[in-house]
């Protein structure tokens, strides 16, 4: 096995999530409500959007695994992409927040049009970088460690967003701005700072893990793949708990906006709606934190599977719990916010960690190793997790009678309450489940980490 990365670099490889996780809660957070209530396109239209743009989407995670697990340059496999997409990476997210003076047929045409180059730079900067931490190391404690820190970029990179984000968008406003401006300022700043970021994660890290060389076809590496029931079983679960993750997070405006409201609280006095969200979106992403910190420890005790099949289950409990609450109770909003944030936090450097372990297994198992097209399946279950997390709100929106930027019946006000608790908790619950039939413990993989490291020797 590989020895111990230099802290440099861990650090290096948390600020590629720190750039990537600024736009993923912006996506999370604020795109459904920026197409309904800023574009003013219908709930329905942009659910539809949604599933055309990530059928499309799909194609393209498998695809940039083949093409980066094929790339050979005297910088890596991986890294290279960083530095090439991290521009374009910032300028088409600036356009995705963008409103043409165009009526409602060309505002949505630009939006299927923006939103689907949104994806395919996303892919091809996240497939490379997540891939990138299977051969920086081969060790699985690093390898968990490298993911924690992956993790704390990720949570700086989200907080650093939500903190911020609805003061500079009342600043913009503030200065005179219209709504749709304000926004497209606001992504602006965050582009300039994530293009920043991806290049310096470029700079600060290396690729040491030299997998056997092997000279396969596309069609073996798929093959293989079809093999591997550890590769579905993780699959789904990573997609049924980021359906949990986003569910939640594109709730939050809606729930906030026309649930709970303007507040006057102690201490605080009278505190708007949407600084509200804000509060609360960076309270789950500081408990969010606060749980990967957690992810080395739990894990080295009662193991990845374990630690991951509890958490999910707390979860699911919590959600529900919050559909219970009336708007006047915030401080208990907030409290089940802050445990439910640890909880889901602890699980996410596992997933990573756990796609890594399943490369390992494919090459012990076949002797060949699609580090790359492995690794885009969690960039596919990213997309398909904020595909459904994004289009089942829009579905209950529909269903229950939403309008936006309208005083809402009590039924509208129902499928709110519902798609930020029940059915987040739902999907949280599944992935739980789904995870009893992992098998690639952590004393299950040590012998084939050893196993595999003869072999690269030899």
Do not use: C
Not at 147 to 155: D, L, M, P, T, V
Not at 258 to 263: A, G, I, S
Not at 434 to 439: A, F, G, P
Request: charged fraction near 15%; proline fraction near 3%.
């Amino acid at each position: 096995m590989s020895g111990k990365l230099h802290i440099k670099e861990k650090i290096g490889y948390g600020f590629g999530d720190f750039a990537s996780s600024m736009f993923w809660k912006i996506f999370a957070m604020y795109l459904t409500f920026f197409y309904t209530d800023i574009v003013e396109l219908s709930p329905e239209s942009v659910a539809f959007m949604f599933i055309m743009v990530r059928l499309w989407d799909g194609l393209n995670d498998p695809l940039m695994g083949i093409i980066s697990d094929r790339t050979n340059t005297s910088k890596g496999k991986f890294r290279p992409y960083l530095l090439w997409i991290a521009i374009p990476f910032g300028i088409i997210g600036v356009l995705t927040f963008s409103v043409p003076e165009f009526g409602p047929s060309g505002k949505l045409i630009y939006a299927y049009i923006t939103y689907t180059l949104m994806m395919m730079v996303y892919t091809a900067i996240n497939v490379p970088y997540g891939s990138l931490m299977a051969v920086m190391t081969d060790n699985p404690k690093e390898r968990t460690s490298l993911a924690s820190f992956r993790f704390i970029g990720a949570y700086s990179g989200g907080i650093a967003m939500t903190a911020s984000a609805p003061f500079i968008l009342e600043f913009f406003k503030n200065a005179g701005a219209s709504d749709a401006k304000s926004y497209q300022y606001m992504v602006t700043i965050y582009a300039v700072v994530a293009a920043f970021f991806f290049v310096m994660t470029y700079l600060w890290t290396k690729e040491h893990v030299k997998a056997i060389k092997e000279n396969n076809s596309v069609w073996s590496d798929l093959k293989d793949l079809a093999k591997n029931a550890q590769w579905f079983i993780m699959l789904g679960a990573g997609v049924l708990m980021l359906v949990f993750l986003t569910f939640r997070e594109s709730s939050i405006m809606y729930y906030f906006k026309y649930f709970v409201q303007d507040q006057t609280l102690p201490v605080l006095g009278d505190v708007s709606w949407g600084k509200l969200s804000g509060m609360y979106m960076t309270i789950w992403l500081v408990a969010n934190m606060l749980g990967v910190l957690l992810a080395i420890p739990v894990s080295n005790r009662i193991g990845k599977k374990n630690t991951f099949i509890i958490a999910m289950f707390l979860s699911a409990i919590l959600s529900v719990l919050l559909y219970w609450l009336n708007p006047q109770q915030v401080f208990l909003i907030f409290v089940l916010n802050l445990i439910n944030g640890i909880s889901a936090g602890i699980v996410l450097p596992l997933v990573w960690s756990m796609y890594a372990d399943i490369a390992d297994y494919s090459e012990w198992k076949t002797g060949r190793r699609a580090t790359g097209l492995l690794f885009s399946s969690s960039s596919m279950s990213q997309k398909l997790g904020l595909m459904a997390g994004g289009v089942l709100p829009l579905y209950i929106l529909g269903t229950y009678g939403f309008e936006a930027n309208a005083e809402q019946t009590a039924r509208s006000l129902e499928g709110i309450r519902l798609m930020i608790s029940v059915f987040p908790g739902i999907t949280a619950g599944l992935s739980g489940a789904l995870l009893l039939l992992y098998k690639l413990t952590d004393n299950y993989m040590l012998g084939i980490t050893n196993e595999l490291s003869l072999r690269r020797k030899k």
